[in-house]
């Protein structure tokens, strides 16, 4: 899970990364022109966007979020307007809050919104059958036992299957556990795949695990 924290504010940022730190991976962006390639480019869980930025506005990323995809969206300024919010809202924010904030306040909203969004979201786990992924610790357990499935496959796995029965192409895969940006190959893609189901197949669980060919993958219940 990846939560994107836009606020150009760096001490804040950085503070924000930390008090979500135990629920998902964060990203912290300072600027709105870096904010706008993040977002047509990569792929989040959650992004926590302030308005008054340097080059480019939050309304103006909102916007472009919203072109995208369904993220869920939850604005953070200063701006403690009425026009400002209903103006958020309108075009497509989750939630919104103004600074200052309580830290166990923006918390619960952002757990919250990964809940309505996620229905695997619960308490730090992620759950599919008798696997299950704590998020604290990104470890994984199938009947109790752990799996040794760590790293970028780990991401990989957890990724699919809290998008399961949908399907994900290769170069989405790619972007989202190396980065649009990264050096790496896209063969690097199937090699991780390929590990990932050699470690699933001792629990039987690599039949979830679909390969559908020159698409991209899928994690699936249905033969």
């Known amino acids: 899970m990846k939560i994107l924290v836009v ?3 760096k001490n804040l940022n950085r503070d924000i990364c930390d008090m979500l730190s135990k629920i998902a991976e964060t990203e912290g962006i300072f600027d709105g022109a870096a904010a706008m390639d993040a977002v047509e ?13 340097p080059n ?4 103006t990323i909102l916007e472009k979020i919203r072109e995208v995809g369904a993220c869920p969206v939850l604005m953070l300024t200063a701006k403690d307007g009425i026009s400002s919010k209903v103006k ?17 306040e923006l918390i619960a909203r952002v757990e919250a919104l990964l809940r309505r969004y996620n229905n ?6 992620v759950v599919f ?9 990104k470890k994984v357990t199938i009947n109790g036992e752990i799996v040794n499935i760590i790293g970028k496959t780990y991401d990989i796995l957890e990724y699919l299957v809290r998008n399961k029965e949908i399907i994900i192409p290769k170069e989405q895969l790619f972007n ?3 980065g649009f940006d990264s050096d790496t190959i896209w063969s690097v893609v199937e090699v991780y795949v390929s590990n990932l189901r050699k470690s699933l197949k ?3 669980y690599h039949t979830y695990l679909k390969t559908l060919r020159n698409v991209g993958y899928m994690w699936s219940e249905k033969n």
Do not use: H
């Open 7 to 9: 606020e150009d504010n």
């Open 41 to 53: 480019y990569n792929i989040y869980d959650l992004i926590i966007l302030d308005v008054m930025l």
């Open 56 to 59: 480019v506005d939050g309304f």
């Open 88 to 104: 958020g809202l309108k075009m497509g924010a989750d939630d919104y809050m103004t600074k200052p904030f309580y830290r166990d």
């Open 120 to 125: 695997n979201f619960d308490n730090n786990q």
């Open 129 to 137: 059958k008798d696997m299950v992924f704590d998020l604290n610790q």
């Open 176 to 178: 989202r556990i190396w």
């Open 202 to 204: 001792p629990y039987n």
